[in-house]
């Protein structure tokens, strides 16, 4: 099921919970690989640390980020890769199958 980098582009369009941001921010925790906080995220890249906070809590929701269970910090999952390497379709992220 591997997307084009076009469909990547466009995936927020096609899934109505995706947000332009939460490709950005899946990759800069895949990116250092191991657990980030909202406010490291915040640092690094060009959103607010509510923004991202709010992001990472519905990211985790969906199952693309496991949530630290004594802290609000977030790692990527299986789902979150699967995503940065344009290996779902947007049918795999509908609200319905998640």
């Known amino acids: 099921m591997t997307g084009s980098?076009?469909?990547s582009d466009e995936m927020h369009r096609r899934v109505d919970w995706?947000?332009?941001s939460d490709r950005v921010?899946?990759?800069e925790i895949g990116k250092y690989?191991?657990?980030m906080k909202p406010a490291t995220l915040a640092l690094n890249i060009g959103y607010t640390r509510g923004h991202?906070?709010?992001r990472c809590q519905t990211l985790a929701e969906k199952g693309f980020?496991?949530?630290?269970?004594e802290t609000a910090a977030y790692q990527l999952t299986k789902l979150g890769?699967?995503?940065l390497n344009d290996e779902l379709e947007p049918?795999?992220?509908t609200t319905d199958s998640q």
């Open 5 to 7: 980098a076009e469909d």
């Open 18 to 20: 995706l947000k332009p």
């Open 25 to 27: 921010i899946l990759a």
């Open 33 to 35: 690989g191991g657990w």
């Open 52 to 54: 991202i906070a709010r």
């Open 65 to 69: 980020l496991e949530k630290h269970e």
């Open 81 to 83: 890769k699967d995503f």
């Open 91 to 93: 049918e795999d992220l």
